[in-house]
């Protein structure tokens, strides 16, 4: 048995221990500082524990496990929804010390039709027939001005988008939501 190739062990403090996640089991846990520390180390007292959670693998049965995940990855993918985003700028009314996009796009565009028009047209061929929904995305994709409310409003007619969900940025009070529209035959 040996540690497997998909943990990821990472420090969240020197007080906070440490976090253990396995992409292919999809386990995550939290583990304290000496334990997570020993993990580091790759030393262990809980095989079974391990074992049972997809940590802890025969790299054989894992190879196995990583193939037939993969294959049903590739056959979902023609069917399931597909994720588009949408951004109409990078603008923002917060300023979060820790923004990673404050340098992108400050000013709001204008009017994006055309830009919206392209988008639409560039949706309906390469996704044609297949179910998806956009995510509208900033900076802050609902500032309080006309170009954001044409945006929204272009954004959720049928039949281009049955849903649309909106992440306002990260310091907003909403966080997200999600508009859920029939789609017109
Ligand atoms: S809310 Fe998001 S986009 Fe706006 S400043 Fe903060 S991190 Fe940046």
Redesign the pocket.
């Known amino acids: 048995m040996e540690l497997s190739q998909h943990n990821i062990l990472t420090q969240l403090g020197e007080e906070s221990g440490w976090l253990l996640v396995n992409l292919l089991s999809g386990e995550a846990d939290q583990l304290g500082p000496e334990e997570g520390e020993r993990l580091s180390r790759g030393e262990y007292e809980n095989p079974a524990e391990l074992t049972l959670k997809g940590y802890l693998v025969k790299p054989e049965e894992e190879a196995r496990r990583y193939k037939r995940a993969y294959l049903d990855f590739v056959e979902s993918r023609a069917t399931d929804e597909v994720q588009l985003f949408y951004v109409p700028s990078?603008a923002?009314?917060?300023?979060?010390a820790?923004?990673?996009?404050?340098g992108y796009e400050p000013e709001q565009r204008g009017d994006q039709d055309a830009v919206l028009d392209a988008f639409f047209a560039y949706v309906e061929g390469a996704f044609a027939g297949r179910r998806k929904y956009v995510t509208l995305f900033?900076?802050?994709p609902l500032l309080p001005n006309a170009a954001s409310v044409r945006v929204v409003r272009r954004l959720v007619a049928p039949p281009v988008c049955p849903a649309v969900r909106e992440q306002?940025?990260?310091?907003?009070r909403l966080r997200e939501r999600q508009v859920r529209l029939p789609v017109r035959a």
Request: charged share 10%; hydrophobic share 25%; with cysteine.
């Open positions: 990078y923002c009314n917060f300023d979060c820790y923004c990673y996009q404050a900033g900076g802050e306002a940025g990260a310091g907003a």
